[in-house]
Structures are given as structure tokens and as C-alpha cells.
């Protein structure tokens, strides 16, 4: 990309290299002869063409432009080249060199009031009703272009002399196309003009509220250019007025791509600009070095000495306009030392994420970035375009995320990315095992509120008015002792075993608490036990060596025991299951059962709200919770807890 910009920036810069020369043997000034014009041309349209075709290879509207650009600023070089050989002692195909700048810049000029603007932003018509209007730019471009190839041209202010002398013996006694083909040719050109800002006034029309913003500054940008050049023709200084008239287009182009993402291209154009920039400044110290040096040395001594000390310039400054405008990409070194850098002094308590991705677009100046997790967003820095790449992010050989760009992206690039997405993604498995831990934590949370209110409702409701009829039971039994005593004792035998009952309420909502069990026999005597309940359905098998456990994993593994061995006898018809548990820093809960696996069962009913249960159990404790099964092959159960953490 940078190569085919430094030619078209090399050929406007050779043209004023040779200026001074061309101006001390007496021809006419570059402004005089349009070649300022050709220069300012080749450049407005040119570089943005290059750098869209370097995007979007299939791009009809780059590829114009790069053809438009190309044609002016090598036409004004071949003119200038012409222009000194034939004034200045003759140089090897300078006639041929003047012939072709002589017309060249014909369909280039046409081309940009007409058809530009007819196929613009897409590179298509607006419907195929439009296709006349294109084939008559293409006539008109067709006879400007031959009648310019087959007239001579009078050199502007010399009457009488031939431009450049020598011009008849290339093609003499030629004077263009007929008159009649000339005055056709124009007509259609014109036509073509009308019709090309017609087109966009349709688009317009056709557009909606966000394209009609676009289409704004293109109009506003045509609609300039073309006042320019009329107002060139009607006024004797028109000249420079000519040579700036391509300016408001380019700049309206510019501005749509910039301001609306017409191309996606802001980036892209943002370089354009920082090249322009350089450009001028390179030009500028050509055209100082000629004009100083140009008479004493010759143009070919000041043609070198200006390549050789604005060489480096060059590269200096190109430099510095990548680095401007691609931040730290062509370093990757350079990048990850300035991200980590910025992270670590990053005092601000914000999101992690947020803050690595504002930084990544930061220092590789990208106009979005953002971290998606499952598909949904979870952080992002910039605003979002039409078009994103997404680079994915590995932790540990699993799938954590997504980098997303609003970008496209050069093979350099990708590979940066691919150096900052190992760093990426372990902040974003942080990330995730911090949400993990708020979503157990609120679960917990809530499970603890359930619990309590499931306690409230069980005391206020049940044992609450159990015990409040027990006392009035009291107290009417008492007063019945000295006068009935046998009523009284039938109302103590009935406030026993109202008591008894109660007691047993009570027990109850204890063993719901934590089953006696875990209490009495340890965790490994428990599953035992708990494996005898279901004695004529499934034969149980317990192994379990375990030391003293926490209470929350003695009850959990207990829980998922019960829950999994139910499973197996209501739902999978199993007749064996095993269970095995062993536990080091990890406890390890395997329950195997013979049943038809949860492949043939559907949905039981209850089964989905048993398994959630389980797994929630899991990883409430930071544990893990898998769950293997085929078709008629048994269940397979995993669950590890840790111990460190409880």
C-alpha cells in the first residue's frame, strides 16, 4: 500500500522538481498550463483510491479513483518530461511523452463529475434505468479523449507556436474530430454531469435517515466542485480555481467515510489524510530545493540532489504517519510493553475488561474493540461499526471469549492480536470465574434467605399454633385437676402426644437441616446407610476411606448421593449402582449405575430439577459437576470438590 502512494507522490514531486528548469528557459507556469491542477488531482483522488483497492480489491470505486489519480499525476510527469526535452536539448521519447500528457488527463477529468459520482458509494447504478446516463460519460470521455489524441494544442499566451514544437511530425495535419462529433461528444458529457448529481439526488431520496447523512457531504462536496469550474470559466484569473476545484469532492468523499463509515473505511481514511499530510510537506521541500537549486545545478543534478535529501525525510516521516495512525501494530514488542504499562499504572477501580479493551484500542489505535463471553458483550471501548473481525480467546486448550475489532485487519495485525490474546484471555477467565463466584455467592445468598423463611413458615405455621394449643390445653387441665380429675388427665394424655408430635415437627425440620446420619455414622457410614434404603429396588455399593470433612461438603456430597441414587431407581431402571468417594485436596464423588441412560428417558418429569439441584450443590462450593450418559449404557456421575476452600 505504501509503495504504489510513494509513486503517485514521487511523480507529482519529480514535476515540481523540474519546475524551476522549465520556468528559466520560458515555459509557461505550471499554474497557467493546468498541470497544478493535474498535481493537487492525482493526489486527492489517487491515495484514497489506493488505499481503499489495498481493503477492498473488488472495489469499482476505488479502482477509479486509483485510475483517475494514476492518469493525472502521470500525465503531469510525462508533460513535464516532455516539456524539458523538447525546450531543453532533446531527451529520448520526449515528443511521444508530451503526446500522451497531452491527453491523458481527458478521461480522468470527465470521469469524476460524471461517472464517479454515478456509481458511487457501492460501485453500481442506482437501478439499471441509469444505464444510459453511464453510456453517455463513456461517449463523451470516448471523443474528448480521441479529439485531444488527434488535435495539436496551441501553447497558452503563444499564438502560433505549436505545444510542444515539434508536435506535427507525430501527427501531422491532424485537427481532431469532426466538429459535429465534438459538439455530440460535449453534449453528452453534460448530460452525463446532470444526470450523475441527479443519481445522488435519488439515493437520496431512496435513503434512510443514516445514508441520507452520508450522501449530505458527497452532494454538498459535488455540488461545490462543479460551481468551481463554472466559476473558473466565467472569471480571466480561473486557473487556480481550476486546480483546487477537485478538493471539495474529495474532501466530501472524506468526510462521509470519516464521519459515517460510508466504506467502513475511517481508519483507512484517517491514514490517507496523515500520508496527505506528509505529502505536502515532502512536496514543499522539492519544490524549495528546486527553486533554489534548480537554475545553478540543472534539473537533473537538482532532481537527484532533491531524492537524496528528501529521501529520508520521507521515510521518517512515513514513519512517523503509520505510527500516528496504526499506533504501535509494526512493533509488537513495543505494543505489549506500552499495554502492560498502561494496566499496571491504571489506579482507576474499574472493570478489568473495560480497561483492556480501552487500552487495546488505545495504543493500536483501533475505533472499537470489545470482549464478548457466550456472544453477548461484557466489555467494549469505542463506538461499533458495520464491519468487525473477531479473534478467539484460549485459556488452558478451552474456549473463554471473543476479541472483537471494528476493523479490518492486515496479517501483521492479526498476528499482534494473536500475541495479546493469551493475555486477553486469562484476564477474561478471571473475569469469568469472578462472575461465577458473585453468581454462587448470590445463590448462596439466596439459598440461605429460602432457608430461613422455609424455618419461619415451619415454626410460625406448625409448631408455633401446636405449641400455643398446648399451653391453653395446660391451663384448662389445671383448673380441671381438684373438680373433674378424670377429664383432666384425658386432656394431659391428649396434650402428650400432641408434644410427641410436635417433637417429632421439630426433628424433622432438623434432619432437613443436616440428616441425623451425618452426625451419627460420619459421611462414609451415611452413604451406607443411605444405600440400604433402597434395598429390593438397587443394589448399592459403597467405598468410601475418607478423613474428617467440613460440615457444607459432608452435606453436599450427601445430598447428591441421595439425589443420584434416586434417580437411578425411579428414573433409570437401574439394578446396580456404585459409589465411590475418596478425597485428598479434592474430594471425588463417582456414582455408576447399570440403568438405560438419560438418552432414553426424555424428560422425565422431576429429573431436570434433580440434576439442577445437583449441579448448583457443586459449584456452590467451587466444585465441578459432570454428567455422562449414553443410550442404554448407565450413568456416569463426577463431582469434585475442593477442600482448600471450604
Known amino acids: 500500500m505504501v509503495v504504489p502512494v510513494s509513486v503517485l507522490v514521487l511523480l507529482v514531486a519529480m514535476t515540481l522538481a523540474v519546475e524551476p528548469r522549465l520556468s528559466h528557459i520560458g515555459v509557461t507556469g505550471i499554474v497557467e498550463r493546468f498541470d497544478a491542477f493535474r498535481c493537487v488531482a492525482g493526489l486527492a483522488f489517487g491515495v484514497p483510491g489506493v488505499l481503499v483497492v489495498a481493503q477492498r480489491p473488488a472495489s469499482r470505486v476505488g479502482w477509479l479513483m486509483v485510475v483517475i489519480g494514476a492518469a493525472q499525476a502521470g500525465g503531469v510527469a510525462l508533460g513535464a518530461y516532455g516539456l524539458l526535452g523538447i525546450n531543453d536539448g532533446g531527451l529520448p521519447g ?104 441527479a443519481s445522488l439526488v435519488v439515493r437520496y431520496r431512496r435513503a434512510d435517515e443514516q445514508m441520507r447523512r452520508r450522501l449530505q457531504w458527497i452532494v454538498a462536496g459535488a455540488l461545490l466542485t462543479v460551481s468551481m469550474f463554472g466559476l473558473a470559466l466565467m472569471v480571466p484569473w480561473g486557473a487556480p480555481i481550476v486546480a483546487l476545484a477537485c478538493v471539495p469532492l474529495s474532501a466530501g468523499v472524506a468526510v462521509a467515510v470519516v464521519a459515517y463509515r460510508l466504506w467502513d473505511l475511517d481508519l483507512l481514511l484517517s491514514r490517507a489524510l496523515a500520508f ?70 491504571a489506579g482507576a477501580p474499574e472493570d478489568p ?54 476493523e479490518r485487519l492486515r496479517p501483521k495485525d492479526r498476528a499482534l492480536l494473536a500475541e495479546l490474546a493469551p493475555h486477553l484471555a486469562v484476564a477474561v477467565h478471571a473475569h469469568r470465574l469472578s462472575a461465577d463466584l458473585e453468581r454462587s455467592h448470590a445463590r448462596l445468598l439466596a439459598a440461605r434467605q429460602e432457608e430461613r423463611d422455609r424455618l419461619r413458615y415451619e415454626l410460625h405455621d406448625g409448631v408455633g399454633p401446636t405449641l400455643a394449643a398446648v399451653a391453653l390445653q395446660m391451663d384448662r387441665g389445671r383448673r380441671l385437676v381438684d373438680t373433674d380429675p378424670g377429664k383432666a388427665k384425658e386432656i394431659m394424655d391428649d396434650l402428650s402426644a400432641r408434644i410427641r408430635a410436635t417433637v417429632g415437627n421439630v426433628r424433622a425440620i432438623v434432619n432437613d437441616l443436616r440428616p441425623p446420619p451425618l452426625d451419627d455414622l460420619g459421611l462414609a457410614g451415611a452413604l451406607a446407610e443411605l444405600g440400604k434404603g433402597f434395598a429390593g429396588h438397587l443394589a448399592v455399593e459403597v467405598e468410601a476411606d475418607l478423613p474428617a470433612l467440613p460440615a457444607p461438603i459432608e452435606l453436599a456430597t450427601y445430598r447428591i448421593a441421595a439425589e443420584a441414587l434416586t434417580n437411578a431407581a425411579r428414573h433409570a431402571n437401574a439394578s446396580r449402582c456404585t459409589v465411590h468417594v475418596r478425597a485428598r485436596d ?32 457443586s459449584e456452590e462450593l467451587g466444585g465441578t459437576f459432570e454428567l455422562r450418559s449414553g443410550d442404554g449404557t448407565g450413568t456416569h456421575l463426577v463431582v469434585r470438590l475442593p477442600l482448600a476452600t471450604s
Not at 156 to 168: A, K, S
Not at 289 to 312: E, S
Not at 363 to 391: F, I, K, N, T
Open 276 to 345: 496527505g499530510a506528509v505529502s505536502v510537506l515532502l512536496l514543499a521541500g522539492y519544490a524549495l530545493i528546486a527553486f533554489t537549486l534548480g537554475g545553478v545545478l540543472g534539473a537533473g543534478a537538482a532532481a537527484v540532489l532533491v531524492a537524496l535529501a528528501v529521501h529520508p525525510l520521507y521515510l521518517r516521516a512515513g514513519a512517523a504517519a503509520n505510527r500516528l495512525v496504526y499506533g504501535d501494530r509494526d512493533d509488537p514488542a513495543r505494543a505489549l510493553r506500552r499495554l502492560a504499562a498502561r494496566l499496571s499504572d
Open 94 to 197: 520526449d515528443d511521444w511523452a508530451m503526446w500522451l500528457s497531452n491527453w491523458i488527463w481527458v478521461p480522468a477529468y470527465l470521469a469524476v463529475p460524471t461517472v464517479l459520482l454515478l456509481i458511487f458509494p457501492d460501485g453500481r447504478l442506482p437501478s439499471p434505468r441509469w444505464r444510459p446516463a453511464l453510456a453517455a460519460a463513456i461517449a463523451g470521455i470516448a471523443v474528448a479523449a480521441l479529439d485531444w489524441i488527434f488535435q495539436p494544442v496551441t501553447l497558452m499566451g503563444e499564438v502560433g507556436r505549436m505545444y510542444p514544437p515539434g508536435y506535427q511530425g507525430v501527427f501531422a495535419n491532424l485537427t481532431g474530430v469532426p466538429q459535429a462529433v465534438r459538439t455530440a461528444g460535449t453534449v453528452c458529457s453534460l448530460i452525463a454531469a446532470v444526470a450523475a448529481l
Open 586 to 617: 479434592t474430594l471425588e464423588l463417582h456414582i455408576d449405575d447399570d440403568g438405560v441412560g438419560l438418552a432414553s428417558l426424555g424428560s422425565a418429569p422431576g429429573q431436570g430439577i434433580g440434576l439442577t439441584s445437583m449441579r448448583r450443590r
Open 353 to 406: 475488561l473495560e480497561r483492556m479493551a480501552a487500552e487495546i484500542g488505545r495504543v493500536l489505535r483501533m475505533p472499537y474493540v470489545a470482549v464478548e463471553e457466550h456472544g453477548a458483550v461484557v466489555a467494549s471501548w469505542g463506538a461499533r461499526g458495520e464491519v468487525a473481525e473477531r479473534v478467539p480467546l484460549h485459556h488452558q486448550s478451552h474456549d473463554v471469549g471473543t476479541l472483537v475489532v471494528g
